[in-house]
Each structure stands twice: as structure tokens, then as C-alpha cells.
């Protein structure tokens, strides 16, 4: 796992900066309120490939560690343009945990400047940034559910 340099808001050992954005179905998220749960924030977009091979690989995760805390905030990249895909494409992947509307790019714009996608930010218990992933490659998801079953074991 790679820490960025890019983004100093979200830098490994930071606290992670709060923010709220909409779900699919208009409740809004706050970051904050998951203190106390290991946190991985995804940004992805109805466009990218990988994204698309990873999503899934996300919500076995999340249906493994779920019960032990841990969470998945899928926050979509897409803009006005492609905004109205975004649902489908949840739908058609099966995802159960949030998926966070972005179309302004405020929290894009702290934790991932570049507008990498995929891009992963590991969040522990007490709300710290503890790394980063960018992209998706077969067999990643091996290394992310290493870190994620290492930071729900800590109690972190």
C-alpha cells in the first residue's frame, strides 16, 4: 500500500477530514459518524474499468468484516454528465454499503486531487488515515483485505 503525497489532508497518520454527502437515496453520510468503525473510502466512476473489477471485491469484503466494524464509503467521481448511471451501475454490482455522491468534488478534492481512480483510503477506529491505494489490479484485493482484516483485528 502506498501513502500519497499528493494529498496532504489525507496523509497516513493524519486525522481524516470530515465531510457529508448524499446517498443514492438522498440521506446524507457523514464520515464522522463512523468513528469507531475501520473505514475504507473509495472513489470510483461509472467510466473506469477497474473500478468496475474491484467493486465487487469491495462488497465481499464488506459482507466478511461488516459485523466487526468495518465499512465501505463508495464515493462516485461521476459529474452532471454521468451522475444518472450511477445507481444502475450499484444496482448491477449488488452494493449494499453506501455509495456517496460527489458530483461537486468537494471531498474528491481533499483526498484524492489527482482524481485517481480506483482510489482507497484506509481510516481506522479513531479515525486516522492510515494509507492509501490507487488503481486496481487482479489480485490487489488480496493486499486490501490483508490491511482491512489487520485494522479490524487491532481494534484499531
Given at each position: ?6 494529498a496532504p ?35 470510483w ?10 467493486l ?12 466487526r ?29 453506501p455509495?456517496?455522491?460527489d ?7 481533499v ?8 482510489f ?24 486490501v483485505?490483508s ?9 484499531r
Amino acid at each position: 500500500m502506498s501513502t500519497s503525497t499528493s494529498a496532504p489532508a489525507a496523509a497516513a497518520g493524519d486525522g481524516a477530514p470530515d465531510f457529508a454527502l448524499r446517498d443514492l437515496a438522498g440521506r446524507t453520510v457523514r464520515l464522522s459518524d463512523q468513528r469507531g468503525k475501520v473505514v475504507l473510502v473509495n472513489f470510483w466512476a461509472t467510466w473506469c474499468v477497474p473500478c468496475a473489477a474491484e467493486l465487487p471485491h469491495l462488497q465481499r469484503l464488506y459482507d466478511r468484516y461488516r459485523d466487526r466494524g468495518f465499512v465501505v464509503l463508495a464515493i462516485s467521481m461521476d459529474g452532471p454528465e454521468s451522475a444518472a448511471e450511477v445507481d444502475p451501475r450499484a444496482r448491477r454490482y449488488g452494493l449494499t454499503f453506501p455509495v456517496l455522491l460527489d458530483e461537486e468534488t468537494r471531498v474528491v478534492g481533499v483526498y484524492n486531487p489527482k482524481r485517481t481512480a480506483p482510489f482507497s483510503v484506509f481510516i481506522d477506529r479513531a479515525g486516522h488515515v492510515v494509507g492509501t491505494r490507487e488503481g486496481y489490479h487482479a489480485g490487489d484485493e488480496v493486499a486490501v483485505e490483508s490491511q482491512v482484516s489487520s485494522l479490524v483485528a487491532a481494534g484499531r
